[in-house]
């Protein structure tokens, strides 16, 4: 199938993609929003096809965005190929990146999995090592004539968890996403941006321990699945130096905030995520 006709071609598909645009789009958002918003809404709405994955019995509709937008289960083409879908609609300039890819970065504390995947269903050990990569599907964005990768496939955790998004992955710079992705630089655009000014699509900068606290608090009253708290790298430079202002919110409150956080490096900021480990 092809990338830029699959979603076209599937009225099911093409009618998901612009119903999730009437929903969750506005005219007043900026590109960069809008990417943030189908960037989410993939994340959430679909669960990496892990299981046929690992037995090699991957459907073909796992492929393509019908994965994703109606089956709601599929693989790294499927979320590029829909990713694409969305940007398309939106006249977002995209491409679909096809490389290789290493392990996804995971969870501190939790236990995860990679998740490159391939083309020819052949099963491979996944490590950060160019030789030892997988076939890869992803994506590049221009905003403000600068390219971007969004890896959405990476950005969603595996086992699938209910209201977690990672932003590893998230309009990045080639810098970044090289660590474990590798493909063809004369066949695309270069990505040198950086990312810094996109934080605040995220959330709220915390830049004091009162912050911290009241970014935890807020969350915990809105009984979210998780809780962010997004802090310049120069305050709190590891996931370990954030476990004392949880503690002094469960003191203070005599509530419990869940024991396990997910790191995320992103530009100049940590992005911490506390979630139940279950």
């Known amino acids: 199938w092809n990338v830029d006709h699959a979603a076209s071609a599937d009225k099911e598909v093409k009618q998901a993609v612009q119903d999730v645009i009437a929903k969750s789009i506005t005219a007043d958002m900026s590109d960069a929003q809008k990417v943030k918003v189908i960037h989410d809404y993939i994340v959430l709405n679909c669960a990496y096809d892990y299981e046929n994955y690992r037995k090699d019995t991957i459907p073909s509709e796992s492929f393509t965005p019908r994965g994703v937008l109606v089956n709601h289960i599929a693989v790294c083409e499927?979320?590029?190929?829909?990713?694409?879908a969305f940007m398309d609609e939106l006249d977002i300039p995209c491409k679909v990146m096809v490389?290789?890819?290493?392990?996804?970065?995971?969870?501190?504390n939790?236990?995860?999995?990679?998740k490159a995947d391939k083309a020819d269903n052949s099963a491979g050990k996944k490590g950060n090592d160019e030789e030892d990569t997988e076939n890869h599907a992803w994506n590049i964005v221009c905003l403000d004539n600068c390219w971007y990768h969004v890896d959405v496939t990476f950005d969603d955790p595996v086992p699938d968890r209910k209201g977690m998004i990672s932003y590893n992955y998230f309009l990045v710079p080639d810098s970044v996403i090289s660590r474990n992705h590798w493909w063809d630089a004369g066949e695309y655009p270069a990505c040198i941006a950086d990312n810094n000014?996109?934080?605040?699509?995220?959330?709220h900068v915390c830049n004091s321990g009162e912050e911290i606290e009241n970014e935890l608090w807020s969350a915990y009253q809105k009984k979210t699945n998780n809780y962010m708290v997004i802090v310049p790298k120069s305050f709190v430079s590891d996931y370990e130096k954030i476990y004392p202002y949880k503690w002094s919110v469960e003191e203070k409150t005599s509530i419990h905030l869940p024991d396990y956080v997910y790191t995320t490096e992103y530009g100049q900021y940590n992005i911490f995520q506390f979630v139940n480990g279950d």
Request: hydrophobic share 45%; charged share 20%.
């Open 78 to 84: 499927g979320y590029a190929a829909a990713f694409k």
């Open 197 to 203: 000014a996109f934080i605040s699509l995220i959330g």
């Open 99 to 108: 490389g290789t890819a290493g392990e996804q970065e995971e969870m501190e």
């Open 110 to 114: 939790i236990e995860g999995a990679g």
